[in-house]
T-cell receptor
Framework: QQQVKQSPQSLIVQKGGISIINCAYE??????FPWYQQFPGKGPALLIA?????SEKKEGRFTISFNKSAKQFSLHIMDSQPGDSATYFC?????????????FGTGTLLAVQP | EAGVAQSPRYKIIEKRQSVAFWCNPI?????LYWYQQILGQGPKLLIQ????????DSQLPKDRFSAERLKGVDSTLKIQPAKLEDSAVYLC???????????????FGPGTRLTVL
């Protein structure tokens, strides 16, 4: 119940296309859903995050869509660029409380072809 | 603002040897995390400190892994003795004390890539 399932494992998109990565969770206590971007040799960096009281959040070319009833959320990268090529991780946590532990998905390796 | 610092960046050891990793969090960050990231997987929390106290070490293999955070700042993670399956990237992250929103933005260091032969 603590898992976050992520798909696809890898994704190839043409420059200018839309990249879509999906995640699903079981624990309804999760109330914070961040996406992290990780370049080779670097640690993950927070990209965008959403709370379950909104269905969508947009920051520049990055949008999170959230479906509370289906317990699913997704990352959309519009106008994908070669510089977006990286591994993307969804995560979930329970804000507040003692631990605020992040549960990460397994990651999606995105390659944007020029 | 300086980020989370980790050293060494790479380490190669033989199985049954010992190894230690060091982390210096962002100044003023109360919470420090150690994650293990196995190739092709997401980071998995090993241990979480709040100042110098352990908040969560439920997934730390305590028979071989240990961690400390002296004076609530720097932290070290030790593996003794190492096994082949410990080959992974060890990430350190820190976060400030959560504000009223309770959100937990974690800032990650570059990691230490450990290879156990």
């Amino acid at each position: 119940q603590q898992q976050v399932k992520q798909s696809p494992q890898s994704l190839i998109v043409q420059k200018g296309g839309i990249s879509i990565i999906n995640c699903a969770y079981e624990n309804t206590a999760f109330d914070y859903f961040p996406w992290y971007q990780q370049f080779p040799g670097k640690g993950p960096a927070l990209l965008i995050a959403i709370r379950p009281d909104v269905s969508e959040k947009k920051e520049g070319r990055f949008t999170i869509s959230f479906n509370k009833s289906a317990k699913q959320f997704s990352l959309h990268i519009m106008d994908s660029q070669p510089g977006d090529s990286a591994t993307y991780f969804c995560a979930a946590s329970i804000r507040g409380g003692a631990t605020n532990k992040l549960i990460f998905g397994t990651g999606t390796l995105l390659a944007v072809q020029p | 603002e300086a980020g989370v610092a980790q050293s060494p960046r790479y380490k190669i050891i033989e199985k049954r040897q010992s190894v230690a990793f060091w982390c210096n969090p962002i100044s003023g960050h109360a919470t420090l995390y150690w994650y293990q990231q196995i190739l092709g997987q997401g980071p998995k929390l090993l241990i979480q400190f709040q100042n110098n106290g352990v908040v969560d070490d439920s997934q730390l293999p305590k028979d071989r892994f240990s961690a400390e955070r002296l004076k609530g700042v720097d932290s070290t993670l030790k593996i003794q003795p190492a096994k082949l399956e410990d080959s992974a990237v060890y990430l350190c992250a820190s976060s400030p004390k959560a504000g009223t929103s309770g959100y937990n933005e974690q800032f990650f260091g570059p990691g230490t890539r450990l290879t156990v032969l």
